[in-house]
């Protein structure tokens, strides 16, 4: 199972930013999303499609329909600046996750 | 509070072998599943594998099987992985991470550690 992001996106301070995560009937499953800033380990945003973690600003939000799951990023502060990853899991208990957007604030 | 705290940066030759270690604490070892998952340097994730810390029961992805070994030891909370015959393609940072619910072996992950590097060169 393959999952697809596009490897950048660009957006103004206080804009909102798009991140969709491509993937056959990915709308089938739970999808969950991650925040890494350089040189840090992974940090959770978003399960099971659109719920947030204690912790998380309301400014980060999910949805997952179709063949795409999209991370939405309200209000973007600098400090969002980061790589964001999406990640399933498929029969057999595999887990896989797609290959990361870069979020940059303009 | 929840942690996975491991061990440190190891340097290797090819068709050597190392064990990374990854302690928990802050809550009750055997009930939650840890997996491990690796990041080739400026790529992405891939997921190698998961370990019940309760039975020992393990379950390798499918490019990891026959190279890597998980283990724990309760008595210390800490899993271990052992990778064997490393490749130069192996160098990456490694990383345990928890799935919070008890008993659930495969669901997203809510605490990750600190990552350890893995360089393979001669």
């Known amino acids: 199972y393959v999952l697809t992001q596009p490897p950048s996106v660009s957006v103004a301070p206080g804009k909102t930013a798009t991140i969709p995560c491509g993937g056959n009937?990915?709308?089938?499953?739970?999808v969950h999303w991650y925040q890494q800033r350089p040189g840090q380990a992974p940090v959770l945003v978003i399960y099971d499609d659109n719920d947030r973690p204690s912790g998380i600003p309301e400014r980060f939000s999910g949805s997952n329909s179709g063949n795409t799951a999209t991370l939405t990023i309200s209000r973007v502060e600098a400090g969002d600046e980061a790589d964001y990853f999406c990640?399933?899991?498929?029969?057999?208990?595999?887990?896989?996750f797609g290959p990361g957007t870069e979020v940059t604030v303009l | 509070q929840v942690q996975l705290v491991q061990s440190g940066a190891e340097v290797r030759q090819p068709g050597a072998s190392v064990k990374i270690s990854c302690k928990a604490s802050?809550?009750?070892?055997?009930?939650?599943?840890l997996h491990w998952v690796r990041q080739a340097p400026g790529q992405g994730f891939e997921w190698m594998g998961l370990?019940?810390?309760?039975?020992?029961?393990?379950f390798y992805s499918q490019r990891s099987q026959g190279r890597v070994t998980m283990t724990r030891d309760t008595s210390t909370s800490t899993v271990y992985m052992v990778l064997r015959n490393l490749r130069s393609e192996d160098t990456a940072v490694y990383y345990c991470a928890r799935v919070p619910e008890t008993g659930t072996p495969v669901r997203y992950f809510d605490s990750w550690g600190q990552g350890t590097l893995v360089t393979v060169s001669s």
């Open positions: 009937n990915i709308g089938t499953k739970s």
């Open positions: 802050g809550y009750l070892f055997t009930s939650y599943y």
């Open positions: 990640q399933v899991w498929v029969s057999g208990a595999q887990i896989v």
């Open positions: 370990i019940n810390p309760s039975g020992g029961d393990t």
